[in-house]
């Protein structure tokens, strides 16, 4: 009749059934055998906890259970490593208490034996059973605040009386949020006032009243809330308005009392945590007419200065130094506008004032001025923007940080409102060589690094002088259509410019500007070279770099005794005869200048009687041996002379005409540029910004 009854019992236990059963060792108890192992797994239901007892373990013994071993893991972390022989007691008393799971968890255990045994172990036999886990008592974090209740496979929390369970089902808090809507006057405490307030509070009283009235708050001396050492809330009073929130309140500091809140709606809102025993607070509300405030809007003051206004009094608004007025989402330039006081205690109109905006700065884009941390910017009062040249062969010419003023516009620390620019590093060749056209040197590719050639129509030289720009002799480029003229760089071998793997730039002109005073004519038919000067503009910006590089411009009026010429032109055969002989590469030579007499002797022209004209527009130079020759017109005359340690190097010369190379008077008149810097920057600037304006 027992195990009858106790079948029954049994039967009627729930759905789901209890995890139990022995997990033991292949061949257990007769013993296990070499290279035996085994795997076995199995999961708690939720609420629940799953453990073996071992009752048995006979294994053979080794350093860190290194041959034959079983293995226990609780969702996939080991928890025990066992081998040798264990007594049952110790099982019990050192062993089994760690074999369990957590909550809902997994144990998994595994065995294996190595290759020999020197004697036969039995092996291990254990009992694993899931029992429920009761979260009450062994679940420290379980969450309620007040009472726990277990239950198999869970547990659930209660309230004392006058408290109910919140929405977390953890939380036991009190019903204390009130809606006195259309009271003009009552009070308000915190829960259980005067004694200490209810943990986990959660407040919220709701006021509210015609428009046209405000609402007066005025608070008890025992203000009592809890706040922590350094001053933080813990918990916490808030007074809430359409217009913002004020506070958390806290400690022992009342609130403004009596506390115009400046609104017909307000929220007083209170929140404790679950532990402490302070008092709260008490007020007292009442309504008043309705005060507009003395502030109108941030970041401004008004005029005339009152600590409240009444209906239809004015004050003008002054936005701050850096901010402007803002109407309906439009910036405008003023900082002043008149606003009226409503009876229903606002301003109107109430624009905001906000900071000025100085947008971002008018910089060509894909230039070689460029923002640093272009994806940070902020363009607003007060903020920073800073410039650099995205090329080692350009300087920034101007300040490099900028702020935005409270006019809207970027000033420099130096108080420029134009933007820096990005100015190329003229007459720095990057390679050089010492060394000492007619009885010169063969150039290697880097050192003079701003000589162009020019082929067509007329053989001759040019020099660049920034990167869109270059100058050579007038009479050289006289005859050439604006656009068609080509010029050659970054090349010593005029050869390699038929070689399409060759590193030689090509640049073809935009336009091309001859003095104005140039006396027009061919070299076989003039006596007068004055004005031999001629800008041209390239279709578009070259990349500079070791091999391509401006040559400076002169200081005006200055003056150079020694100078280095070079040229692709006519050069003297290597046998030393008057056989002349177009140069395929770049040749140069140091010179120096002639006194102005031996200039003056001028030779004849070569198809006139009258000896050619020499101007204060014109130098001559050359040296034994060492001269300009046919071919070499718009080349340039460097100064100092090219050698290592004596740059920046300056345009003074351009060559312009000379005696036939055959006499070897090894004389060369040049154009001094010193004379035409002023006409070369004004004409450069009047270009640019005429091609900035057509954009």
Known sequence: MIRLSLLLLLLSRPAYSMLLGWVESPGYPTGYLPHASMNWSRCAQKGHTLSIKLIHLDLEDSHDCENDAVKVFSNGNLISVLCGKREFEELQSTVNPSLLSSPGGCLSLTFHSDYSNTERHTGFRGFYSEQDFDECKDDPDNGCTQFCHNYIGGYHCSCRHGYYLDVDKHTCTVSCSKDLSGLYNGDISSPSWPASYADNANCQYTLSVEATLQLELHFSEDFDVEQSPDGQCIDALSIETPSGILGPFCGHTLPPSPFLTHSHRVKIRFTSDGFGTNKGFSLHFKTRDKVCPAVVT???TVTP??????????VTVTCDLGYVVNT???????????AICQNTGVWTPNYVCEPVDCGLPDIPEGGILQLVDSDNIHSQYKDQIQFNCSSTYYTLEGDDLYTCSAIGEWVSGGGETEMPKCIEVCGKPEKYRVARILGGEDAKLGEIPWHLLIKEPNRGGASLINDRWAVTAAHVVETAEETSLRLYGGLVDGKTIRDRFSNVVIMDSERIIIHPD???GTPCSTSNFDNDIALIRLASRVNLGPNLLPICLPEVNSVDEQGTVSGWGKAESK????????SALLKYAHIGAYPLTKCQDTPSAPTANERMTFT????CAGADGKDSCQQDSGSPFVSPMLTEGNEPYHLTGIVSWGPPCEEKQYKGYYTKVA?????????IDTVEKSKKGER
Do not use: A, C, R
């Open 305 to 314: 200065q009152q600590p409240e206004y009444h209906e239809g009094e004015t």
């Open 575 to 582: 046998t030393g005869s008057v056989k002349l002989y177009t």
């Open 518 to 520: 140039y006396n027009k």
């Open 328 to 338: 309906d989402g439009n910036q405008t330039l003023s900082n002043q506008y008149v």
């Open 616 to 619: 204060n527009n014109m130098f």
């Open 675 to 683: 004379n035409y810097v002023d006409w070369i920057k004004e004409t």
């Open 298 to 300: 941030s970041h401004s």
